[in-house]
């Protein structure tokens, strides 16, 4: 079993929907929750940062984690065109190991 | 600042060939990362460098595959001999740890890589 599980998609919805993306792990030492944005042919650039457990917002973007669960989530509001991309979930344990583990990532088209 | 930088951005090359990629960090990063992806395995952690000194190369596939990094502004991944499943999209990020503990990393644009 991987440490990481994502459900690589692909996903297609219209312009305007909520989109709802998922990972799932088995470590409890991650403390750290990531979400990468990667466009075709670039390279992943961070989208959304939690430490720990809870809920984090910015502008249409909505991270959460629940440790409990070993589950976290990124939803999209609102969704455009533009969001149309690959998105990675990562995660990082504290302390002075700087490795991440990543899930597949999931392919993400939104339709006008 | 202009990101990472990575060279050369596409390269073909024969099985067999020795193949160097470069990677040029942003300034004041202290972590260096290279990665492998592909569509099959997704992005995979090869080695990590933190100040300038390897801390973790376990996912280094083999022997033929090494990683450098002489100073705080250059590093290289070389494969020698190359082979064809060795072809991917190699990507270099670079990262620093603030004063709350966030540690961000940011990609180069990668190196396309085809070994025929």
């Known amino acids: 079993q991987k440490e990481v599980e994502q459900d690589p998609g692909p996903l297609s919805v219209p312009e305007g929907a909520i989109v709802s993306l998922n990972c799932t792990y088995s470590n409890s030492a991650f403390q750290y929750f990531m979400w990468y944005r990667q466009y075709s042919r670039k390279g992943p650039e961070l989208l959304m940062y939690t430490y720990s457990s809870g809920n984090k917002e910015d502008g249409r973007f909505t991270a959460q984690v629940d440790k409990s669960s070993k589950y976290i989530s990124l939803f999209i509001r609102d969704s455009q065109p533009s969001d149309s991309a690959t998105y990675l979930c990562?995660?990082?344990?504290?302390?002075?190991?700087?490795?991440?583990?990543w899930g597949l990532g999931t392919s993400l088209a939104v339709n006008p | 600042d202009a990101g990472v930088i990575q060279s050369p951005r596409h390269e073909v090359t024969e099985m067999g060939q020795e193949v160097t990629l470069r990677c040029k960090p942003i300034s004041g990063h202290n972590s260096l990362f290279w990665y492998r992806q592909t569509m099959m395995r997704g992005l995979e952690l090869l080695i990590y460098?933190?100040?300038?000194?390897?801390?973790?190369d376990s996912g280094m596939p083999e022997d033929r595959f090494s990683a450098k990094m002489p100073n705080a502004s250059f590093s290289t991944l070389k494969i020698q001999p190359s082979e064809p499943r060795d072809s991917a999209v190699y990507f270099c990020?670079?990262?620093?740890?603030?004063?709350?503990?966030?540690?961000?990393?940011?990609f180069g644009p990668g190196t396309r890589l085809t070994v025929l």
């Open positions: 990562a995660m990082g344990r504290a302390g002075n190991n700087r490795k991440l583990i």
């Open positions: 460098f933190n100040n300038n000194v390897p801390i973790d």
């Open positions: 990020a670079s990262s620093f740890r603030d004063r709350g503990g966030k540690d961000t990393q940011y």
